[in-house]
């Protein structure tokens, strides 16, 4: 149980600061918009996937992915200076695509709402 507890609280931790570093340090507009949505560290600290959405409909998921996965050696290295870890875990960025399926779904059900009423 303690296990547990201490990676979630290792995540949030990383979730913090990762979004402040990401917003402040990083000078590129295509990350700009870029929102951690969640963070999950394994139990040996020693690997973590921060999930990230955009509200820039410009730049394509994949792409930002990318970015982040490439400056994640740099997003490491500022993390390890703002927070005393003693294992520091490494950084995979993903793209949530749930915001998005959401919105989808949302707007699917919607219409077959207005369908319906129009019959």
Do not use: W
């Not at 979004?19 to 990350?31: G, K, M, V, W």
């Not at 730049?59 to 200076?81: V, Y």
């Not at 998005?100 to 019959?119: C, F, H, K, Y």
């Amino acid at each position: 149980m303690h296990e547990v507890d201490r990676t979630r609280r290792v995540a949030e931790l990383v979730k913090r600061e990762l979004a402040t570093i990401i917003s402040r340090e990083l000078n590129d507009n295509r990350i700009n918009s870029v929102t951690i949505t969640s963070v999950t560290v394994t139990k040996d600290l020693k690997q973590s996937v921060i999930y990230v959405c955009s509200s820039d409909k410009k730049t394509p998921s994949k792409e930002i992915e990318k970015l982040l996965n490439n400056a994640s050696r740099f997003l490491r290295r500022s993390l390890c200076q703002q927070v005393s870890l003693r294992i520091m875990p490494t950084l995979l960025f993903k793209y949530d695509e749930t915001i998005q399926r959401g919105i989808e779904m949302t707007a699917l059900i919607e219409s077959l709402n207005r369908n319906r009423d129009s019959e």
